[in-house]
Nanobody, 124 residues
Framework: QVQLVESGGGLVQAGGSLRLSCAAS????????MGWFRQAPGKEREFVAA????????YYADSVKGRFTISRDNAQNTVALQMNSLKPEDTAVYYC?????????????????WGQGTQVTVSS
């Protein structure tokens, strides 16, 4: 079992930055691939970024590539999402998720564990 708790959301002006953090419980955190997803009002939840258990491979949605960076610290059981050059269209609830498999990291339905989400609002 893995429990996930996100933090770091808030209100920021366009062009600003935020850093989201996800704290995980469970002794086998280092064996899980981690992902970030987001859901804007009236829209489906979508993939943002993901990282393999070793951190050796990262994946990003085209809409955030070059602006967002995912990272993890297996010793601290945390995964972070650094978000720079934020745009109003980045406004959403952001969720971190964990999965045991090393494939299909972009696929929402393949994740086993989810956090409760943290709100990110970008004003224009």
């Amino acid at each position: 079992q893995v429990q996930l708790v996100e933090s770091g959301g808030g209100l920021v002006q366009a062009g600003g930055s935020l850093r989201l953090s996800c704290a995980a419980s469970g002794r086998t955190f280092s064996r899980y691939a981690m992902g970030w997803f987001r859901q804007a009002p009236g829209k489906e939840r979508e993939f943002v970024a993901a990282m393999t258990w070793s951190g050796g491979s990262t994946y990003y949605a085209d809409s955030v590539k070059g602006r967002f960076t995912i990272s993890r610290d297996n010793a601290q059981n945390t995964v972070a999402l650094q978000m720079n050059s934020l745009k109003p269209e980045d406004t959403a609830v952001y969720y971190c998720a964990a999965k045991a498999q090393f494939y299909d990291l972009r696929v929402l339905t393949s994740y086993n564990y989810w956090g409760q989400g943290t709100q990110v609002t970008v004003s224009s």
